[in-house]
Structures are given as C-alpha cells and as structure tokens.
C-alpha cells in the first residue's frame, strides 16, 4: 500500500464530495466559534468544567447506573440492559414482538448505528424508518452518514434528487425545499401508522430519571406524539448527576455543534405520556447499552466516555476536512471516531489501529471539545497500544532515520548541509518513497534548515 | 435482560477498582452559562420576542395581531384548544374554519394548531410545552403554523430557571422556533416534520 489506509481513501475521494465536506465542517466551525466567544467571556471555563462534571460520571458509574436504573423504573419506565449489540437489538425485537408490532420510526441515534438496528429489523420482516431527513436519505441510498450530526454532508444535492426520483417520492427535482417538503408529506404518514418510535438519548439526570433527547427536525417529538410505545437506546456514559448539569450541557450542545443557542427541540422524558395526553407513548422502554463501553472504560483512554456527541472536532479537523468520514470505516469518524472506533472493536483493535496514526496532533479537536476531552493525548496512547501489540504500520514511512539524526547531533547538522542541496536538487530524483508520495499532492517549500539554530543564538537576550 | 445487567455493572465495577481517586463533581454556580449581558435591565418579554424572532419565530401579546397573521398567511383551517377558544373565539371572522376536536386522520387539514403552552423562556426564545396542559401533543407539531399561548407571568428569564421548573410532568419540550434543517448542502429549511412557522402568543 502506497499511503496510510485513511490517506488512501482520500486520494481517492471524488473532488465534489471532498469540496462538500470541506465546507460544510469548515463552516460549522466558523459559526461556533463566533457564537461561543460573542456570547460567552470565557467558554474555555465552561468546557471544562462541563468536562469536569462527565468525568465524575464516568469514574463514578458503578454507582450512577443503579440510581438511574432505579429512577427509571420508579418513573414507569421499563428498563433493559444490553451487553452486546446483539442483544440490543433482540431486545428492541422482543418489545416489537411482544406488541404485535410491524412498523418503527427511528429517530437518529448513534448508537443504533452503533448496532446497525435498522437493518437486524428488517431482516426480522419489521419496518423500521429512519426519520431524520439525512439519515432517511442515508437509508434510502442504502449509504453510511459520514457525519455524527451531519449525517450527508457528504452529498450533494443532485444525488438526494436522484435518489428520490429513484424512489418513488416524485420527478427528479434538486431545490432543496422541495426535497425536504416531500420527505415531509412521504413521513408524516409514516409516523402516523407505526406503533413503536425508537430514539436515542443525549442525556439521562441521575437525579431525576429524565432523559433529554435533542432534534431540529422535530422527527423525535414525530416519534413520540404518533406511536404508542417509546423505546430509547442509551450508551449507559449518558448520564448526568442532575438536572442543573443539563443547564450546562445543554448551552454547550448546541453551541458546539451547529452553532445554536439551543436545538429547536430540547424533550424531557420521564415516562409514559400523563394519563390526560391523548397522544404518545403508554409504555417506555429505556436500554442501557454497553457495547464496548466497559472496555473503553477499563483502558486508559476512559476519558473519551465524556463525549457528548456534538460533531465539533470534526468540523475542525484537518484530516476529517479532507478525507471524509467514510475514510474513517466506522460509525464514529473524525478526531473523536479515530480514538473511539478501534476501542469499540475490542479484541479486533487491530483493524482499526491505524485511525489513531491518522492526525497530525495538531490539538484543534480539545480546543473545540465541548467537554474537553484530551484527544491528541488519547491518540498517543492507542499509538502506543498499537506499538505495544506488535502491530505494523502499513504506508507509514519507515522513522528509523529520523530517530537516528534526531538523537545525534553531529548527523544532524550533516544533514542541515544535505538539505539545503535539495534546494537545488528536483525533489522527482530523491529516493525516499514516503517524501515522493508526499510530494505528489503538495509542493516542498524550500528548505531553510538551521535558521532556528541561528535564530536561537542571536535572539536578544531576555531583559 | 438480568445476565446483561450484571454482566456490565460487573465489568463497570472491574474498571474503576484500579482508579486509587476518583474525579469528583466540581461545584459551580448555573449562572456561568447565563447569558447575563442579554438580559441585564431589560424587560424578558422583550427580550424573549428578540431571541424568538432570532430564530425565526414571531412573538405576538395581542390576540388581533394574531388573527392578522393567520389571515395574510391564508391559514384559515386549524385547530384549537378547547380550552383557549372562548376567549380568542370572538376575534375570528367567519372566514375561519376551526375545530376544537383534533383528529389524526386529517392531519394535512389543519394549516395552524393554537395549544396551551406552560411557559417561555426569555434568554432563547423559547416556549415550554408540558404534557398535562397540551391537549394534544399532534395538534402542536403537525400544522404548518404553531401558536402556544402562555401568560406572562408564565415567562422564565433564563434557562436554569426552566430547568429548576421542570417539576414531575413526565414529559417536557421546549420547542425553539420552527422546525428545521440544514442536512441539504447546509442550507436553512424549515418546516422538516414540525411546524414551518413557530408563534407565541403571550398574554396577561
Ligand atoms: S469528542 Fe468532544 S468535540 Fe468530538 S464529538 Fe465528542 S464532545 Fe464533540
């Protein structure tokens, strides 16, 4: 292999699809910033203290899961755990069967993702509908979301037009009002004739049982005023110690993620709709869903069981920027994916060890963290990990050379005089296959070794 | 399933053992997420019409006002509240069609749906819809044109306040203007699944 796996998929990313992604995450980022730093006079203090209170969660979940199993269940709520996403899923089937039901609408959730629900239902003989506007899309064009919270920001809109003459929601038409009006007309209905809305969960409140589900598109609300069951799939690193957290984590939410004050729809559930409520849920099911988490847990990169999901670090991620999500083979893509998605895998890390390799560590992903999760420090040690296990680096250029003139001084200032022959040399002729390969896609500035050096003796000295 | 369960509280309980500290919970004051500046020396109501109109909503304190939108919009089938109607009944002309049953068979009929809202917030413009004063969850989600109707006394300054208000209703939204999406190219829709037009009608 010539490059990186990662790399690899983004010479070869079509130049549209690369243009799509490019602006949609550089524009996300644009508009955080401005907003978090009009509003706010420090939003650094905020991020980490909302950072501060997750990890207390995390370090402390042996205790939050039985209270919040326990709120729960004094709510009225019906609560399962899953191991496995096998056993999500069957729990989710069992419900399914137990109603004598036929039809869902999902509402997005990473974690049914996670355990590729849709399709498990399908294969059962259930319909199970993917309602936010992106993830139908995705559904229909049997795609992948490339984005955590953009989930097509891959595409364009010509081939959502295509997709939809494709199938059946009318003539091929690319204003994107219309596209959204007809999936609006094509699953109001939908919702309607389904009898179990399924939905993930930002947040649950130790303290009051609560779960807090965010959307723009008000495709849960849909979910949870037509259908007549609640099912909410949720990574048991959901919780909050209280209520007042969600003050905080909320304002940071959407502030991070797509630069809102707040998302058009902030829902708190705490069971079963109220007996005087003719529509909604009569019964609740909430499964807590390990998946990998334990594990996560157990290693030494804990502190990613923080994230809350919002998408920043993508959006500023100069490899994301460039490579797409899809490069990234796994549910979770971008900085926050790169750490994530080889610990999921658990005994399989191996497959996916080299999204870790895949970042220049230039720290952009904690600045935006909305709960400042030490990213570059996390990819670092699954580096290590990766070291440790023995596991090659395929299209990594070979260090050893690099280790030796780093370490000696002498072979480094030689090397000072070598390179500045480059100057004069056509890079074409140099025979490292890693800087040919670099080369291919960028221009070598010219080369100005030692001018640090020179710059460190002559600097005036301090007064 | 009860094997699951202590298969991961187990698992949990394996991971934290080595953590000789664990991180506590930092003590803070809600108020740091306040957007204070916004609502220093002004009146919320004002306030809370600027972050909705934001957002793209309207915020209307008279009920003339919101017969006039209604007609220049030409939404004139809709549903309201049985319990809101007598009072804004005799500012509807005839030309107006509204039900106070709402039925989910017709969902496309109703262009607007006026329902009973518990409150705002002023800091973001929103409104708070509680399950036991909606009467129908539908009737304020699938009309093309929302309006909540809330007293003024009824409005919060900011959101920690509607948080600690949240009481024991089981199900709470906040609803922040129109419904909307930018999952095409990042371009600004609304009207995805809910209403297209979000209007708050407070009144004293
Ligand atoms: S790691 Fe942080 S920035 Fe990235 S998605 Fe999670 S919370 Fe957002």
Redesign the interface.
Same mark, same amino acid.
Not at chain 1, 150 to 153: A, Q, S, T
Not at chain 1, 265 to 274: A, D, L, N, W
């Given at each position: 292999m010539k490059f990186q796996q990662i790399d690899q998929f983004a010479a070869e990313l079509r130049a549209d699809t690369r243009a $799509?992604v490019y602006? %949609?995450s550089k524009?996300?980022h644009e508009k955080r910033t401005k907003l978090l730093f009009d509003?706010?006079p420090d939003p650094n !203090?905020?991020r980490v203290?909302a950072g501060?209170?997750k990890?207390?969660v995390i370090?402390?979940?042996?205790t939050y899961?039985?209270a919040v199993e326990a709120k729960l269940k004094a709510? %009225?709520v019906i609560v399962?755990?899953? $191991?496995t996403a096998d056993?999500a899923n069957e729990?989710v089937l069992k419900i399914m069967r137990a109603r004598g039901a036929t039809k869902m609408v999902k509402a997005k959730t990473m974690v049914s993702e996670e355990t590729e629900l849709a399709h498990f239902l399908e294969k059962h003989g259930m319909e199970a509908l993917e309602?936010?506007?992106?993830e139908f899309?995705v559904q229909i064009d049997h795609d992948h979301p490339s984005h955590i919270v *953009?989930?097509?920001?891959h595409k +364009?809109?010509r081939e959502?037009a295509t997709s939809f003459e494709k199938n059946g929601l009318g003539a091929y038409n690319d204003d994107?009002?219309t596209? /959204? =009006?007809r $999936? =609006?007309q094509f699953? =109001?209905?939908k919702?309607?004739e389904a009898d179990v809305g399924l939905t993930g969960g930002n947040f649950i409140s130790a303290e009051?049982g !609560?779960l807090v589900l965010v959307t +723009?598109? %008000? +495709?849960s609300?849909?979910c949870?005023?037509?259908t007549k069951c609640h099912i909410a799939m949720v990574g048991?690193e959901k919780i909050v110690?209280r209520? =007042?957290d969600?003050?905080?984590l909320? +304002?940071?939410l959407a502030r991070s993620g797509?630069a809102?004050?707040?998302?058009?729809? /902030?829902?708190?559930?705490? %069971?079963? *709709?109220?007996a /005087?409520?003719?529509?909604?849920p009569e019964e609740m099911h909430v499964i807590?869903v390990?998946n990998g988490r /334990?594990?996560v847990? $157990?290693s030494d990169c !804990?502190d990613i069981l923080r994230c809350i999901r919002c998408g920043a670090c993508l959006n500023v991620c100069p490899v994301y920027r460039q490579a797409s999500g899809h490069a990234y083979r796994s549910v979770y893509p971008g900085p926050v994916g790169a750490v994530l998605s080889p610990l999921l895998m658990g005994d399989r890390f191996k497959e996916k060890a080299d999204l870790p390799k895949a970042s220049s560590l230039c720290g952009a992903c904690q600045e935006v963290c909305p709960v400042n999760i030490p990213i570059p420090d996390l990819l670092l040690r699954l580096r290590d990990k990766g070291k440790q296990e023995g596991l090659s680096s395929p299209g990594t250029p070979p260090m050893g050379a690099w280790a030796l003139l780093a370490s000696q001084p002498l072979a480094w200032k030689a090397s000072l005089i070598g390179g500045r022959l480059m100057n004069y040399l056509p890079t074409k002729l140099v025979p490292v296959p890693a800087l040919r390969a670099w080369e291919a896609k960028r221009t070598l500035p010219p080369w100005r070794g030692g001018e640090f050096r020179k710059w460190l003796h002559n600097r005036p000295p301090k007064t | 399933m009860s094997d699951d369960r202590e298969a991961i509280l187990g698992r949990v309980r394996s991971a934290l053992a080595p953590l000789t500290e664990r991180a506590a919970l930092p003590a803070y004051d809600t108020e740091i997420a306040v957007l204070r500046q916004l609502l220093a020396n002004r009146d919320p109501l004002a306030v809370f019409a600027d972050r909705l109109r934001g957002v793209n909503g309207t915020a209307l304190t008279d009920i003339p006002a919101l017969v006039k939108q209604l007609r220049e919009g030409k939404w004139l089938h809709g549903y309201c509240d049985p319990a809101l109607w007598p009072r804004l009944a005799p500012h509807f002309g005839p030309e107006f069609e509204v039900e106070t049953v709402y039925d989910r068979t017709r969902v496309d009929d109703y262009a607007f749906g006026i329902t009973r809202a518990a409150g705002g917030i002023a800091e973001l413009g929103t409104v708070i819809l509680k399950d036991r004063s909606t009467s129908h969850r539908l009737a304020a989600l699938t009309p093309w044109v929302h309006v909540a109707v809330f007293s003024r006394a009824e409005l919060f300054v900011d959101l920690p306040q509607a948080i600690a208000a949240l009481g024991d209703d089981p199900n709470i939204i906040w609803c922040t203007g129109p419904s909307k999406t930018a999952d095409v190219e990042g371009i600004l829709i609304e009207g995805v699944h809910g209403p297209g037009v979000q209007i708050a009608l407070v009144l004293d």
């Open positions: $799509a602006d %949609g524009k996300g509003e706010y !203090r905020l203290l501060q209170v990890q207390h370090e402390n979940l042996d899961l039985p709510n %009225g399962h755990w899953a $191991a056993a729990t309602t936010d506007l992106g899309i *953009k989930p097509i920001i +364009n809109r959502i994107p009002q596209i /959204t =009006r $999936a =609006r699953l =109001r209905h919702y309607l009051s !609560r +723009n598109e %008000g +495709n609300r849909f949870l005023a037509a048991i110690p209520d =007042r969600l003050a905080l909320l +304002n940071l797509t809102q004050d707040l998302t058009v729809y /902030t829902e708190f559930i705490s %069971g079963p *709709k109220s /005087t409520q003719p529509d909604g807590l390990d /334990t594990e847990l $157990a !804990r | -």
